[in-house]
């Protein structure tokens, strides 16, 4: 059974970085796509980011088109977000999900980012 965990979330200042982390098991990740969605209170969930390193292809929403980039690492069954110059308007609980073309199949538990001051 795929299981996704995410990890990395935490409460930073703007202007400052974080590197969220999902790695699944019981399954092979590099089988499916790998994005990271995020909702804030009172908003519905969006997606941020995907990733098919099969392809090569890579989807960012505009706003966090250069600041944020995505990635996986196939042999540790991994996938990252690097968050930097976070502004307050990330503030949301960010969540992995595996799945075909980028449309979510399964979804991981998702790891809370707070960024103040």
């Known amino acids: 059974q795929l299981q996704l965990v995410e990890s990395g979330g935490g409460l930073v200042q703007p202007g400052g970085s974080l590197r969220l982390s999902c790695v699944a098991s019981?399954?092979?990740?590099?089988?499916?796509?790998t994005g990271w969605f995020r909702q804030a209170p009172g908003k519905e969930r969006e997606g941020v980011s995907c990733i098919n390193s099969s392809s090569g292809y890579t989807y960012y929403r505009d706003s966090v088109k250069g600041r944020f980039t995505i990635s996986r690492d196939n042999a540790k069954n991994t996938a990252y977000l690097q968050m930097n110059s976070l502004k307050p308007e990330d503030t949301a609980v960010y969540y992995c999900a595996a799945g075909t073309y980028c449309v979510p199949r399964h979804w991981g538990q998702g790891t809370q980012v707070t960024v103040s001051s």
């Open positions: 019981g399954v092979t990740l590099g089988y499916y796509t």
